[in-house]
């Protein structure tokens, strides 16, 4: 259908892995394979893995990078610690957004405002159907007087 997608399965049925052209293989945040779906059986051989014939393909993949000897490196590796005294310190980010929380502010509002001139009537029939609420509502509290002290005003209520 000359349409790109990236899908992540787990656990895909042998019927559906069938049905892509291209494989990306991904462990643990690494790329482990990327080409043709026809190819990556034989890529892994080459690697040293033989797929069993009571095994899918797509099981077969994600087992056998979980041995392979570059994962365990990977792996060995991501056990040590970072030490950040050992980098540039230019290299590192220290703030967690490239520009300040007013300036954040005034292009959200630059934005809003942007966006209700464009609906603006939209935005003056909510205002003036709130107008005409809140005067409907504020009606109820005019001429209303509230008598206390006297026994007789208790029964008018």
């Known amino acids: 259908m000359d349409e790109t997608m990236v899908i992540a399965l787990l656990q895909l049925a042998p019927e559906t892995f069938d049905l892509f052209?291209?494989?990306i293989l991904l462990s643990e945040g690494q790329v482990v394979?990327?080409?043709?779906?026809?190819?990556v059986q034989e890529f892994f051989e080459y690697m040293g893995f033989k797929c069993p014939d009571r095994k899918g393909i797509?099981?077969?993949l994600q087992e056998a990078f979980n041995t392979f000897h570059v994962r365990l490196r990977v792996c060995e590796d991501l056990r040590i610690p970072y030490?950040?005294?050992k980098v540039d310190p230019a290299a590192l980010v220290t703030e967690s957004y490239g520009i300040s929380n007013l300036e954040l502010f005034r292009a959200c509002f630059s934005r809003e405002w942007l966006l209700m001139?464009?609906?603006?009537?939209?935005?003056?029939?909510?205002?003036t159907q709130l107008i005409?609420?809140?005067?409907i509502a504020l009606s109820v509290f005019l001429r209303m007087e509230m008598k206390y002290g006297e026994l007789e005003d208790a029964s008018r209520f």
């Not at 394979?33 to 190819?39: H, I, L, S």
């Not at 001139?117 to 205002?127: E, G, M, N, P």
């Not at 005409?132 to 005067?135: D, F, V, W």
Request: charged share 30%.
């Open 117 to 127: 001139k464009r609906d603006s009537f939209v935005y003056l029939f909510k205002a």
């Open 83 to 85: 030490d950040k005294s």
């Open 58 to 60: 797509a099981d077969f």
């Open 33 to 39: 394979y990327q080409g043709p779906r026809e190819n």
């Open 21 to 23: 052209n291209d494989v």
């Open 132 to 135: 005409i609420t809140t005067i």
